[in-house]
Structure formats: C-alpha cells, structure tokens
C-alpha cells in the first residue's frame, strides 16, 4: 500500500481515503451533528444576541443618554461655577428624579411614582413619544394653577385614571395630557420601582416635593456643538480636575448604560457557560458516536492493516471524517445561532435597545465555533485512539474494541490538552473569570461523580442477590455485564438533569422568599424624605393607624466613595461582587450605638459623645471584597465636600431583612449641621390590607412630600422581573436537557448492536417479547431512578451553595422538583430505551446468529 507515513503522498492519501468512505453518507453521526449543532447554536446565539444590544447601546447611546455628556448631582444643584462651567460646552437640558406619591384630588387612593421632572430643552437627542402625540411644551404647560404631565399606563391603570384626570403631586396639582409610551432616556437613568410620571421643573418647584435633604438627582445633559470632534474622555478629566470636590457622576454617550451594560454581560456569560453545559453533556454524545461509528468500521480498519496502512494513517483518516462532519455541524449550529437573535429582537423591542436592521456578529460567532470544534476534538481523541489499535484478524472474527484500558498515551494526552483549552477558553473569555472557573470545576467534579455512581450502581447489580423474576434477573445482570449501558447513560442523563434541578431550585427558592417568608419578615412600608420638623407629627399619624407596629426611623444622606487610602477608587482592582458599592451615591447615616440587624464583627463601637476624628463603621462582607480593614480611611462626598473617616469597627449585616442597613455607619460628629432628611420603617405583621392602604392615605394626606414605599408592592416587581429572566434560564437549561437526550439516545443506539446479540439468543432459548420488554423496562427504570438521585443530590447541594452562601437567603430542599425530576428521568430512559429497543427485538434470529 502507498503513502508510508514518511511519505509526501501520507497526508493526501489520508484526505482521499476520507472523502472516500464518507460517500455513503452521514449514518451514525446524526447524534454527533446534533449535539455539536446545539451547543454551538446555544453559545453562538447568547453572545449574538448580547453583541446585537451592546453594539445598539453604542450606536443609540446619544438618544439613550439624551446628550452627549451627562453630570449628576444627588441633593443639590448645580453652584453658579459649575453651570457656568456646563454652558461652556454646548446646549444645556437639566431634568430632575425623585420618587414621589401622586393622589387622586379626593384622596381616595395614591399610586408611588418615579418623577421626572424637564425643562424647555429636553431632549437633546431623540424623541418623546406620547398617545396623542404633541410638542412637549404643549403637554407639560401651565393652564392656570394646574401643570400638564404625562403618565405611563401603568400610573393610569393602578390609580384608574385616564388622559383629560387630575391628579395631586405634593402641593401641586397636575392634569394627564397623555400618555408616556417611550423617553429616550429611560435606560440611562436606571430601574424603577414604580411608574414614570413626567412634569415639568416649574410643576415641581410648586410641589414642594424638593427640601432639605430630598433624595433627588438633578442631572445637567450637554449637547456638544461638534460631537465628532471633541474628546469626550478629556472634557470628563477636565472637569475632574477643575472641580474635585464637586461629587459628580460624569457620563458619556459612548457609555450611556454601564449598569446594563455590565448586567447584560453578567447574564450573557451565565447562559453561556450553560450553553458550554449542553456543549460538553453533547461533547459524551460526540464520544459514544465516534466510539459507535468506528466499531462499525472495525473490518475497514482491519482491512486497511491487512493492506500494510500503518496505525498512523487509519488515525488521520478517521480524524480527518469526524472533523469534516464536525464541521457541517458547527457550520449548522452558526447558522441558528445567527438566526436566534433575529426572533429575539422582536421580544426585546421596546424594552432594550435594539439594531434596527439584521447583522452578524463574527467574534460571537467565532467563539462559538472554537468551543465546538475544541469539545469535538476533546472528546473524539480517545476513541481514535482506541480505533489504531483494532488487529487484522478483526477481518476475520467477529469483535469490538478493547475498552477495558486506555489507549496510547499521546491520545491520553491529547484529550487532556483540548479539555485544558476548552476551560482555558471559557475563563479567558468570561467577565467574572471565578465564576467560570468554578463552573468549570463543578462540571469537571460532576463528571467524576457520576463515573464514581456508574460504578458503585454496577458493584451493586453485581452483588445483587438472585431474584426470582427471570426479567429482573436479566435486568440486572444487563446492567453489570461487560459493555454495559450504565456508564454511558448515568453519564449522559445525569448532568443535564442534575442543572434541571440546580436552576429548578434556585427558582423555586428565590420565589418563595420573594412571596411568602421575605415579605413576612420584611417591614410593611418604607418612610423617605422626612423632614426633622415633621417627625413627630409623622409618629402620631402612623400610631393611629398602626397601633400594634414598629417605626424605625434614622438620618440619611447621600454619598459617593471617592477614595480608599486616599487612593482614588477608579484605580483600585475590585472584584465584580463589591463593584456595586462604588457604583452612584450610597445611602449613608450616622449613629451612637449599633443599629439593629448588624452585629459587630470585628473592632470597637465609639462612645455616644464621641467627638474625635471622623470615624465610620463598614460592613464585614463588603470590606472584605474591597480590600478594606479597620484603621484604614474612606473618603465620602457629601453634597460637595470630601469628607474623610477611619474605619472604627466592621459590621455583620443582615441584607435579606429589607430593614434599613447601611454599607457605611458614620460616628455622629462626622456631619453635624449637615442638612438631610430622615428615613423610616413601619414592620407590622399582622396588619391588614385595609389597614394598610388606611395608613398609606394617612400618610400622604397629613404629609405629601414625605414619600411612602410599601414594600410588597416593591417585591411584586421584582418578582415579575425575576419571572421573565428565568424564562431566558429555563431555555438555556432546555437546551443541555435536549442535549442529554440526545447523547442517552446515542448511547442506546451505540449498544443496540450487543442487544440484539442479547436478544436473538435469548429468544433462540425461548424467551417471550413480552419478557425481554420487561427486562429492558426494568433495567431503564433503575437507571433512571439512579440517576435522578444523583441530579436531585448535586443539585440540591449546588442550589444550596448559591441561595445561602452566595445570595445570603435560606434555602430549602422542593418535594415537587424532587418529584419532577423522577419522572422526566424515568419517562427519558424508559421511554427513550424501550423505543430504541423495539426493532431490536423484531430481527431475525438466522443472520446474527451467522456473524457469532
């Protein structure tokens, strides 16, 4: 035979004895396209769809920010320097957020809404648009004592008011003239717990919403004369330096949404590594097709070595078909995922920015194909090189692949290399590289336990002690017996079903919090923007009211953490779980002894007449991640001034609450004469509904600026929010369930050669149908049951992992999960099984029987 492996002819001799064998077509490799195509799509489709609203918030970002460059300010204007400084750089719009309670006028009922209020120039960029459509001016106008004011639909649903009502807004009141369909602006200035309800500036300077230490943000948007031309970036360090203490937040229109940027990025990446699940559950299908299509091909191989083709050239040859075929597959997978955005968008529209026209995103889709093609390397080396190793008289007897040892070390090797560069690419390319690599490790973990439990259910058949049954003795004789499906089908079953129920339980548990013990636990009404003036009074109405209740009640203010060590915080490397505390203002206050729900964890607590240097106390959890300990100092701006404190004490706090906590506990001497509001917290457990709207009136009728939040209104949001992500999760692990399923039929089909082996002997020495079904059913059923006992323990292990030590939130193991995934896995094994099966049991007895 030509094409010595020294030879110039070896690697086209190879490529045609490739090409060659594959006319007959792709039998047998259905599975392995299948699996390929799916976990290539999965990821080529999540990055795509990320890439598309990243690319959009890039393109839109001078609509999304309404202004090429935005400087916040919380609880104060602009100084006459500042603005001064503004009109120096182009046309000015300011707008000011605060929530507020808007009321019926005969004040029946009362509605929370976040207010925005907006001058003559808003907006720079982009469009308002309302149902009916008009000039802004027009619809926020002044008609006598009364202000126009647009109402999303929601406001309008809620409080049952339609465009033409009125409406009261602290001492103003203010007339509907149409509805808010879209701001541009909307996504940049943040999420909202309630309806927006726009006025105008002069509507809310006769409110009276705005007084001393008012949680409200006034936001000065600049449209540039010459975009194109100027230095976003410069004017940002510019203003810096010409006022450090001025304790803004600067925007650019080339980073209008750095929240969603970073939480779209965050929620892409997880659903990436769960398409990366689907794509290595397939990664065991790719194996089992390889394993299955190359013992099909054993008197091939034996052929070819009769023929005096090296071991060399039988690996290149098989090599070269399960890359060709690998690629039609990542070829198939690219082209779904390329469409999967397509359909995305028109259930994004509207709430995400979006591309107004369809487009390929090559560095979503070239990652996408790197994981394929590495996880089909990684996983079809081992069979190769177990297929060189197939002697010549396989022509002439009858048998499979020696699967007891492992083959040669450079395939050993080789396997190990393309798994290496397979985490390697997925941490690299991950935003939070810990989470990856602890992903990683667990699938890697999962792996070895579900070979460990392979094993340990094989031991068990082995010793099993003899049953009378004749189909359940076979049915456990089948599952130790040599070449047995157990390996392969707990292997392929079980981590699909295993992240079923971790995302299952995960679910469940953030719902029940959300809607049974959270809202128990937590206070029935937050209390904002009380003045020191309205205390009292504000005490008395809500123990009218409330009798039975307890009020809280502490100073606020806001700041922003400049610094670190006097180490401006823009230059420290923080991990992405503490980012959130530098991220805006923070609520802050003061206070003489430990406040409830925090415990000291480590340091002193100051003296109630405590009257040395700015001290603060830190929460334990957050310091931890930034970096931070006691004796070090954080610099703070509040309402324009750098104020700097050492850190006294860290504390222990109790976020899952919903009770006032703060991240920064200042010691009182820190702000005295500064001026701010105070915040308060009504818990009473057994009030009622009734008695609650009761108090809400109350409230709102004595004191219309104070603001009132009640807090189950506030989860009913959250809770809708969380329903829509997890359908987005739901999808992905449907995707790595679709995956198991096909691998576990894979695995069937590769053992259906063997059991009609099994099968026509066994109905040679008189077997029935009827018997084999049973014994086959049986079989599948502890399969599938063994498997289900390992998904619902490393499942409920890794959801308790993340409820309780990542979200800090008691965690409980779901009998209806536990339930569930008994019966997906026995309808997947006992169904899939018996269906694979079926046409084994119907061949004739003569032809097999020739081949042993």
Not at 487 to 511: E, M, Q
């Amino acid at each position: 035979m030509t094409g010595a492996p020294g030879s110039r002819a070896f690697l086209p001799l190879a490529l045609r004895l490739a090409l060659r064998e594959m006319r007959g077509g792709l039998r047998g490799f259905y599975i392995f396209l299948a699996c390929i195509a799916l976990g290539t799509a999965a990821i080529a489709g999540v990055n795509s769809v990320s890439s598309a609203i990243s690319s959009s918030i890039a393109t839109q970002g001078q609509s999304l920010l309404a202004g090429d460059l935005r400087f916040q300010l919380r609880n104060r204007v602009a100084a006459d320097a500042e603005r001064a400084y503004f009109d120096t750089l182009g046309t000015v719009s300011v707008s000011s957020g605060l929530r507020s309670m808007a009321r019926l006028p005969d004040g029946s009922d009362q509605a929370l809404v976040e207010l925005k209020a907006v001058d003559g120039a808003y907006p720079l960029y982009g469009t308002v648009q309302t149902s009916p459509q008009r000039p802004l001016a027009d619809l926020l106008g002044r008609d006598g004592d009364t202000f126009g004011a647009l109402a999303a639909p929601l406001l309008l649903e809620r409080l049952g008011v339609r465009v033409g009502d009125e409406l009261l807004l602290g001492k103003a009141r203010v007339r509907i003239t149409a509805m808010l369909d879209r701001e541009p602006d909307s996504l940049s200035d943040g999420f909202g717990l309630a309806p927006r309800l726009m006025i105008s500036e002069a509507a809310l300077a006769a409110s009276g919403l705005v007084q001393t230490g008012s949680l409200v943000e006034h936001a000065y948007k600049i449209r540039l004369e010459d975009p194109a031309a100027t230095n976003l970036a410069n004017i940002r360090r510019q203003s810096e330096k010409q006022f450090p203490s001025a304790g803004w937040s600067v925007r650019t229109s080339d980073n209008a949404t750095p929240s969603l940027t970073t939480n779209l990025t965050r929620f892409s990446q997880f659903l990436t590594l769960v398409g990366l699940t689907a794509l290595i559950v397939g990664g065991v299908g790719v194996a089992n097709a390889v394993r299955a299509y190359l013992d099909s091909k054993r008197g091939v191989i034996a052929t070819f070595k009769c023929l005096g083709a090296p071991a060399r050239l039988i690996s290149v040859i098989y090599l070269v078909q399960i890359m060709l075929i690998a690629a039609i597959g990542i070829v198939l997978g690219l082209v779904l995922g390329a469409l999967i955005p397509v359909v995305a968008m028109r259930f994004l529209e509207g709430v995400l920015p979006v591309p107004s026209a369809i487009a390929l995103y090559p560095a979503a889709l070239a990652l996408a194909a790197a994981f394929g093609l590495i996880t089909a390397l990684a996983f079809a080396i081992m069979p190769l090189g177990h297929a060189r190793e197939v002697p010549a008289t396989a022509l002439f007897r009858e048998q499979g692949f020696e699967r007891s040892r492992l083959p040669a070390w450079p395939y050993v090797a080789g396997a190990g290399l393309f798994l290496a560069a397979l985490a390697g690419l997925a941490i690299w390319t991950a935003y939070d590289r810990y989470i990856a690599l602890v992903f990683l490790g667990s699938i890697a973990f999962a792996f070895v336990v579900l070979r460990a439990v392979a094993f340990l259910l094989t031991v068990l058949a082995r010793r099993a002690p003899r049953v009378h049954s004749p189909a359940l003795r076979l049915a456990i004789g089948n599952i130790h017996r040599p070449g047995a499906l157990t390996p392969s089908v707990v292997l392929s079953l079980g981590l699909g079903l295993a992240l079923l129920v971790t995302l299952a339980l995960i679910d469940g548990n953030l719902r029940r919090e959300l809607t049974g013990s959270l809202p128990e636990r937590a206070p029935n009404f937050f209390f904002i923007d009380i003045q020191r003036a309205d205390l009292d009074g504000f005490r008395a109405v809500l123990k009218e009211n409330m009798p039975a209740g307890k009020i809280i009640e502490v100073p606020m203010l806001r700041g922003r953490i400049t610094a670190f060590n006097g180490e401006d915080v823009s230059r420290r490397n923080v991990p992405p779980s503490g980012r959130w505390v530098l991220q805006g203002d923070r609520g802050i206050t003061y206070a003489k002894n430990v406040p409830e729900n925090s415990t000291l964890a480590a340091g002193e607590w100051w003296p109630a007449d405590y009257a040395g240097e700015p001290l603060v106390s830190f929460s334990a959890e957050e310091a931890g991640e930034l970096g931070l300990k006691i004796g070090d100092t954080v610099t703070v701006n509040v309402l324009g001034r750098n104020i700097t404190a050492r850190i006294a004490n860290l504390r222990n706090v109790e976020w899952e609450s919903l009770s006032i906590n703060f991240v920064m506990v200042f010691s009182p001497n820190t702000f005295a004469g500064a001026p701010h509001a105070w915040l308060a917290t009504m818990i009473d457990p057994g009030a009622t509904p009734e008695q609650e709207a009761k108090t809400l009136r109350a409230v709102t009728d004595a004191y219309p600026t104070i603001t009132s939040v009640r807090v189950k209104d506030a989860l009913d949001i959250v809770n809708d929010l969380m329903g829509q992500l997890a359908t987005a999760v739901r999808a992905a692990a449907a995707v790595a369930l679709i995956a198991s399923v096909l691998v576990l039929a894979g695995a069937l089909a590769a053992g259906n050669r063997a059991r009609t082996h099994d099968a026509v002997v066994l109905k040679t020495l008189g077997a029935t149908r009827a018997t084999l079904i049973r014994a086959f059913s049986y079989e599948y059923m502890m399969l599938g049951v063994a498997t289900a006992v390992f998904a619902l323990l490393s499942g409920g292990v890794a959801a308790w992992f993340v409820v309780s030590r990542i979200m800090t939130l008691p965690s409980r193991f779901l009998p209806d999960v536990a339930v569930a995934t008994v019966i997906i896995a026995l309808l997947m094994t006992v169904g899939i099984g018996l269906a694979g099966t079926w046409r084994v049991l119907g061949q004739k007895a003569a032809p097999v029987l020739r081949e042993l």
